[in-house]
């Protein structure tokens, strides 16, 4: 009887371990299956991102150079790691110039409205000139898209760094028509060349080049206002903006000082 209680006693324990190591190797499965398939996702988003430095700088150079080449579609770089570091450089510009100004706001909220700006503009804009363009019959793609706006971002970068630290708006000006129109331009240009007939040119370009200029328009003057109406948001509509004013402190004359100090004494 012992000996069969040990038997029957082996027995269970082998099928606790079997039971074990099935439930192990089952979730070994689910975990290689998983990581398998994260691999997948990052080779299929590694073209994308695999670029050299040289390469992207570049780029950038030439994003300010518009070329006037109609017979031909003028090639776009399908990669997505330079307009990807101009959108977080161009938050980066926006929140000196916020901290740099006499708003105060909490970081929290100022990083979620520079973010939502920027990006919102670049996947926004990207998808409607897309679909603008996939009605106009434009042979270009939509990382193709993304990167012609990303590096079109550029041109915004410059003038936005150099006018949040020296506040002129003639200067601001002279570089919204010089560094914002080449960056424009140049997207037009190839644009231009992907497109095939005036009026279908028109509609596309034009739509492309006002957004464009106007977006750096809003961030230079609107967007303080925004963070304004934030701040009004959180704060409550009926409390005045915190200002620090100096206090005048009154004038004494010498005879008020002699007094008191006579009397001060006489009481000592």
Not at 74 to 85: D, H, N, S, T, V
Not at 165 to 177: E, M, R
Request: hydrophobic residues 45%; contains cysteine; proline residues 3%.
């Amino acid at each position: 009887e012992e000996e069969e209680e040990a038997e029957g006693e082996a027995g269970a324990a082998e099928e606790e371990d079997g039971e074990f190591l099935g439930m192990k190797g089952l979730r070994g499965q689910l975990g290689r299956q998983v990581a398998d398939h994260l691999y997948a996702n990052i080779d299929i988003l590694r073209p994308y991102f695999d670029v050299e430095p040289v390469q992207v700088r570049a780029r950038l150079l030439e994003s300010m150079i518009p070329v006037k080449m109609i017979n031909f579609p003028q090639k776009i770089a399908g990669e997505l790691y330079g307009p990807l570091m101009l959108v977080f450089t161009l938050v980066a510009i926006l929140l000196h110039g916020m901290k740099t100004s006499d708003t105060i706001i909490r970081e929290g909220t100022l990083m979620g409205t520079a973010i939502g700006t920027c990006f919102g503009y670049w996947l926004g804009v990207s998808s409607f000139i897309y679909f603008l363009a996939y009605l106009c019959n434009a042979q270009i793609t939509m990382v193709q898209m993304l990167s012609l706006l990303g590096y079109g971002l550029f041109g915004h970068c410059i003038t936005l760094f150099v006018t949040y630290n020296i506040h002129f708006h003639s200067l601001f000006y002279i570089f919204w028509l010089v560094v914002g129109g080449l960056s424009t331009l140049r997207m037009v240009a190839v644009l231009v060349s992907r497109t095939v007939g005036h009026t279908q040119r028109l509609i596309l370009c034009g739509t492309l080049a006002a957004l464009h200029m106007l977006f750096l328009l809003y961030l230079h003057f609107a967007y303080h206002k925004v963070v304004e109406g934030i701040l009004d948001t959180l704060e409550g509509p009926n409390m005045p903006p915190f200002q620090r004013v100096a206090r005048d402190i009154p004038v004494v004359s010498n005879a008020v000082l002699n007094t008191t100090t006579k009397t001060v004494a006489l009481t000592l």
